[in-house]
């Protein structure tokens, strides 16, 4: 089933406040097999891609992380992998409106994400797209008025990757 059709989770994570997807029982991945070792490369970082751009950004992190595993870490892509993955868990932050800890990440996720780079798995528009967004939440991290109950945002300026007008 191509990631386009599979059914978004019932919540996003947010620690603390909702149940941990796969360590809770009432988790919303608890028990569920990892489907990530039989997709292809380009499958999960889809998936991780539809994720992000839904406001869900403990699982769009969860969803990279084991596509940078599987690359090695230190590669090329995995290393633009961990940009998106910090770019992720800015997001996370952002929605447990910790000021520190969103910048922290985004300006983490802006320095790993400084090249442009094509692969089979993404190309440049979405590595510049997500640099975009990591400098600006950097000085100026989008924190909603009050903690997230878990139900999926897309925070200000976290437009969906790649999808930029001033890429075209």
């Known amino acids: ?16 406040v909702v149940p941990h997807p796969i360590s809770d029982a009432e988790g919303h991945w608890f028990g ?5 070792k039989q997709w292809s490369n380009k499958r999960v970082f889809g998936w991780g891609r539809r994720l992000f751009d839904a406001g869900y ?16 870490r ?3 892509e995995a290393m633009i992998l961990k940009g998106l993955i910090k770019l992720a868990a800015c ?12 910048m922290r990440h985004a300006s983490r ?8 780079t094509n692969s089979e798995i993404f190309n440049a528009a ?7 967004i990591a400098t600006i939440a950097a000085c100026n991290p989008p924190l909603p008025e009050q903690v997230s109950d878990g ?16 890429l075209h």
Request: charged share 25%.
């Open 57 to 72: 950004y403990w699982e769009s992190h969860e969803s990279w992380e084991h596509l940078w595993l599987k690359l090695g």
């Open 74 to 76: 230190t590669t090329r």
């Open 32 to 36: 569920v097999a990892d489907p990530y």
């Open 109 to 116: 996720a802006s320095q790993l994400l400084k090249n442009d």
């Open 126 to 132: 979405v590595i510049r797209s997500a640099r975009k």
């Open 1 to 16: 089933m191509p990631t386009a059709e599979l059914p978004l989770p019932p919540y996003t994570y947010v620690p603390n």
């Open 91 to 102: 997001g996370v932050k952002c929605l447990e409106c910790n000021t520190n800890g969103a």
């Open 151 to 166: 139900r999926p945002r897309v925070l200000d300026g976290f437009r969906p990757l790649n999808c930029d007008p001033d």
